[in-house]
T-cell receptor, first 113, second 115 residues
Framework: DQQVKQNSPSLSVQEGRISILNCDYTNSMFDYFLWYKKYPAEGPTFLISISSIKDKNEDGRFTVFLNKSAKHLSLHIVPSQPGDSAVYFCAASARQGAQKLVFGQGTRLTINP | NAGVMQNPRHLVRRRGQEARLRCSPMKGHSHVYWYRQLPEEGLKFMVYLQKENIIDESGMPKERFSAEFPKEGPSILRIQQVVRGDSAAYFC?????????????FGPGTRLTVL
C-alpha cells in the first residue's frame, strides 16, 4: 500500500526553466510534508517542508504547494540549475503517533545545460 | 557541528553472517530513526528509538533484525543470519525533539551487500 506516490520516475528540464515535481498521498492523517534531495551514494538532504495549515511555503528558489482537498503537493524549483540534478523524495508524517516519515519512490531530476 | 555519522559506509557479508550498522546522531539529538532503501525504491521506515527505548518498530522484520540506542554510544542496527534480500542501503536519521516539526537529518548510509 503506497501511501505516498511520485508518479514520475524521471524529469528533464532545461537550465533556467522551472522544474515541477509532483507528489500524491492517500492518508488523510498526514499533516506535515517534506521534500528531500538525494545525490548518489549520499543520504537525503532536507530541502523544504510544509504543514497542513498552509498551502504554500517558499525558501529561495524552492516553493512547495499543498492542495489538501486533492491530497497533492508539488515542489517548484525556479530557476533550475545543473546542481539541482538529483533524486527528489516527497515524504509525509502524521503528528499524532509515530514520528516515522513515509516516502514516495522518488523522481530523478536532470537539468540540461 | 558534525552531522549524522554512520559506519561502516560499505559492508559485505556472506549469507548467514551477522551485520552490525552503527549510527551516531547529530549533537543534541536524542531521537534516532532507521530506514532501508532497496534499489530503485524510496526509503522505508524500520524503527524509531530514543535513548534506551524503542518507540516504534512497526517497520522492522519480525525475525533477524534488532535495534538499540544505548545510554552511551551509537545506535546499532543488527541483522542476524543475513540473506541476499537484505542487500540495501540503510540510512539513519536523527531529530532533536519529537512531537513538533518532523524534520529528520540523515546520515550518508551504509550499503550492505550480501554475497
Amino acid at each position: 500500500d503506497q501511501q505516498v506516490k511520485q508518479n514520475s520516475p524521471s524529469l528533464s528540464v532545461q537550465e533556467g526553466r522551472i522544474s515541477i515535481l509532483n507528489c500524491d498521498y492517500t492518508n488523510s492523517m498526514f499533516d506535515y510534508f517534506l521534500w528531500y534531495k538525494k545525490y548518489p551514494a549520499e543520504g537525503p538532504t532536507f530541502l523544504i517542508s510544509i504543514s497542513s495549515i498552509k498551502d504554500k511555503n517558499e525558501d529561495g528558489r524552492f516553493t512547495v504547494f499543498l492542495n489538501k482537498s486533492a491530497k497533492h503537493l508539488s515542489l517548484h524549483i525556479v530557476p533550475s540549475q545543473p546542481g539541482d540534478s538529483a533524486v527528489y523524495f516527497c515524504a509525509a508524517s502524521a503528528r499524532q503517533g509515530a514520528q516515522k516519515l513515509v516516502f514516495g519512490q522518488g523522481t530523478r531530476l536532470t537539468i540540461n545545460p | 557541528n558534525a552531522g549524522v555519522m554512520q559506519n561502516p559506509r560499505h559492508l559485505v557479508r556472506r549469507r548467514g553472517q551477522e551485520a552490525r550498522l552503527r549510527c551516531s546522531p547529530m549533537k543534541g539529538h536524542s531521537h534516532v530513526y532507521w530506514y532501508r532503501q532497496l534499489p530503485e525504491e524510496g526509503l522505508k521506515f524500520m524503527v524509531y528509538l530514543q535513548k534506551e527505548n524503542i518507540i516504534d518498530e512497526s517497520g522492522m522484520p519480525k525475525e533477524r533484525f534488532s535495534a538499540e540506542f544505548p545510554k552511551e554510544g551509537p545506535s546499532i542496527l543488527r541483522i542476524q543470519q543475513v540473506v541476499r534480500g537484505d542487500s540495501a542501503a540503510y540510512f539513519c536519521a536523527s531529530s532533536p525533539v519529537a512531537g513538533t516539526l518532523n524534520e529528520q537529518f540523515f546520515g550518508p548510509g551504509t550499503r550492505l551487500t550480501v554475497l
